[in-house]
């Protein structure tokens, strides 16, 4: 069989012969590698030194029995296992084993006689492994920089780990004892020993937030099976403050580019529909030098209008989506397509599907594909809407002249290849993209025109 790496086992028994035998037949064909040791004073010897894993002992032995010996290892090795090899196979023995914490206990007999190495072998490398992973998890509780706590339903502290003892500002045996609402804030304490005592009754994890003296806390309430007489939780606090202010300050940001918008909007558009009224009242000029500076002027006012337009669009929409829907992307796309003034072009759904998304929002990333095609292609031009191979996202594809430039420059805002682009619209088309946690990149279509690719979409039938 193939035994836990690195297990050096002692084993104790006064019969010179059982411990020999076993020490040797756990070695030789159970890759554990055993020291026999002839008395529990030996065996204390032994431990001393060093570098085992566990101990496997004979109960009824001279001058201090398994159980004795199990007790004078404990003041120095409180943690390694101990399995007890019993000749009395009745329930008071049993009783007292378990009470002195052995990990495990066989009738001797059945090993000797019975011959049962293998099962003595795995019943060692079973509590080693379990001692190796509490260790391993002891360690990370220790080093983690989450506040961890081990608690009672009352309240009561059974253990802590430093980050959680530095903000409760004491040593971690210090506050063992005291109860939650007896080391910090009291009506913080009440809703988390609350919160603990739910998520037992409930069986289930919960989570919270919370502050305590500014600091924000992310936490978690998990049940802890355990044979404790009181029912117990574990109670892990993350400290979120950098996000927390992190978020504040985005919100107050989306509020001063609300506040952007608005002033856009207002101060900019009504000059601007005047100017527009006025060239429109205007008759039209008998001179060909006139008519052509009037015809620069509406031109030069509908780009300001485009340009205002965009930039509205990307100081309102924001970076994330906060209530997708199930859209199909069919409908997206033709809606869209109403909005685009294009009568000598054409738009197609080759294949489409479900996806959780702003409608809104990607309806305004296909129309701004749909009229980059158009603009770059002298409005001629047939696009084509469909489902990826690969089903992780859709396309929009022309056959029209391509993109010029490099294919990550055109996601740039203000890049434009056109005199009459305002450059911002394949920014918005990125900016809604990932709002959404997609990715949009750009490659050339079968026909030679231009195939933009929205990646990491979750499609459903």
């Known amino acids: 069989m193939t035994s836990e790496s690195n297990i050096r086992t002692l084993v104790v028994d006064d019969s010179d012969f059982f411990a020999e035998m076993t020490a040797d037949t756990l070695t030789q064909q159970h890759g554990i590698e055993s020291v026999a040791a002839n008395s529990a004073a030996e065996a204390l010897e032994r431990l001393d030194e060093g570098g085992f894993d566990c101990v496997v002992s004979d109960y009824e032995m001279p001058e201090m029995d398994g159980l004795e010996l199990l007790e004078a290892i404990r003041e120095t090795n409180p943690s390694i296992p101990f399995i007890l090899l019993t000749g009395r196979g009745d329930e008071e023995t049993a009783s007292a084993a378990i009470a002195a914490g052995v990990a495990d206990y066989l009738l001797k007999l059945e090993v000797v006689e019975d011959k049962q190495y293998g099962r003595l072998a795995n019943r060692i490398e079973n509590v080693v492994s379990q001692e190796r992973t509490r260790r391993k998890f002891e360690s990370l509780v220790a080093d983690s920089p989450d506040g961890i706590a081990h608690l009672t339903t009352d309240g009561t502290i059974l253990s802590v780990n430093p980050s959680m003892a530095d903000w409760l500002g004491d040593d971690p045996d210090a506050l063992i004892g005291y109860t939650l609402d007896e080391v910090m804030d009291s009506e913080v304490a009440t809703r988390r020993i609350e919160a603990g005592r739910n998520a037992v009754e409930n069986g289930a994890a919960t989570r919270t937030e919370d502050a305590v003296d500014g600091q924000h806390y992310q936490n978690q309430f998990i049940p802890v099976d355990s044979h404790r007489e009181t029912d117990t939780f574990q109670l892990v606090s993350r400290d979120i403050t950098e996000r927390v202010e992190r978020q504040r300050e985005l919100e107050r940001q989306n509020e001063r580019l609300e506040e952007f918008a608005s002033v856009v909007s207002h101060d900019?558009?009504?000059?601007?529909?005047?100017?527009?009224?006025?060239?429109?009242?205007?008759?039209?000029?008998?001179?060909?030098?006139?008519?052509?500076?009037?015809?620069?002027?509406?031109?030069?006012?509908d780009r300001m209008g485009c340009i205002i337009e965009d930039v509205l669009a990307l100081a309102r929409q924001g970076r994330t989506v906060n209530d997708p829907q199930e859209t199909?992307?069919?409908?997206?796309?033709?809606?869209?397509?109403?909005?685009?003034?294009?009568?000598?072009?054409?738009?197609?759904?080759?294949?489409?599907?479900?996806?959780?998304?702003?409608?809104?929002?990607?309806?305004?990333?296909?129309?701004?594909?749909?009229?980059?095609?158009?603009?770059h292609n002298d409005g001629d031009v047939e696009i084509e809407v469909g489902l990826l191979e690969s089903r992780n996202g859709f396309y929009i594809a022309d056959n029209g002249e391509g993109v010029e430039g490099d294919a990550e420059d055109v996601f740039e805002m203000g890049y434009s290849s056109t005199q009459d682009g305002t450059g911002?619209?394949?920014?918005?088309v990125e900016q809604v993209a990932e709002a959404h946690g997609w990715e949009v990149s750009l490659t050339d279509s079968d026909s030679g025109g231009a195939r933009f690719e929205v990646t990491d979409v979750e499609l459903h039938d």
């Not at 558009?269 to 620069?296: F, H, I, M, W, Y």
């Not at 409908?331 to 109403?338: E, P």
């Open 268 to 301: 900019l558009r009504n000059p601007l529909n005047v100017a527009q009224g006025a060239v429109d009242l205007l008759t039209e000029p008998a001179d060909s030098e006139d008519a052509e500076l009037v015809a620069k002027i509406d031109r030069s006012l």
């Open 328 to 375: 199909e992307l069919s409908t997206l796309a033709s809606t869209a397509w109403t909005w685009i003034e294009a009568e000598q072009s054409s738009m197609s759904v080759q294949s489409s599907a479900d996806l959780a998304a702003d409608s809104g929002r990607v309806q305004d990333l296909l129309a701004n594909l749909f009229r980059n095609a158009i603009e």
């Open 424 to 428: 911002f619209g394949l920014a918005i």
